[in-house]
């Protein structure tokens, strides 16, 4: 497994942004959250889609936004499952986000999935103590996005 090291990295492309999901997702496992923070079109989803493709979950990858959560099964027995959810909706209407999602009746549970939170920053950190933040930056006037990441130290 690749180390758990903190980083930045200019994506000029989604290829790009998706290669750096997949070197993130990688490195996941069983019980991590993963809070991805940065304003609208920053590459969030795409970012979780190259995560899914390291994770070789089921399903396309796309924004949760209207169904606040998907889980997508791990295809090899014994892998996590990643849970996509997005709180977009829910940051003026709760400071429960773990009963939220407890109310979601997921197929899986947390600790055995990966959890992939698009606009979390703040709430998902509540979810374990072993979690990844990624803000995305878009730059004024191009398509290039920039990318930080920090692993917890617990």
Request: without cysteine; charged residues 30%; glycine residues 8%.
């Amino acid at each position: 497994m690749s180390e758990r090291e903190d980083g930045t990295a200019v994506l000029a492309t989604e290829a790009d942004t998706i290669a750096l999901g997949v070197r993130l997702g990688a490195q996941l496992r069983a019980g991590d959250v993963v809070v991805l923070a940065g304003p609208l079109g920053a590459g969030k989803t795409v970012l979780a889609r190259g995560i899914a493709r390291a994770m070789d979950v089921d399903g396309p990858v796309t924004s949760p936004t209207y169904v606040l959560a998907r889980v997508h099964p791990a295809r090899r027995a014994g892998a996590p499952a990643l849970i996509h959810v997005d709180v977009y909706r829910l940051l003026d209407q709760t400071d429960d986000i773990l009963g939220e999602l407890d109310s979601l009746d997921l197929d899986t549970e947390l600790e055995d999935a990966v959890v992939v939170v698009e606009w979390g920053e703040g709430l998902a950190e509540r979810l374990s103590d072993n979690h990844l933040d990624v803000r995305l930056e878009r730059d004024a006037d191009t398509d290039t996005r920039t990318a930080t990441w920090q692993w917890s130290r617990s």
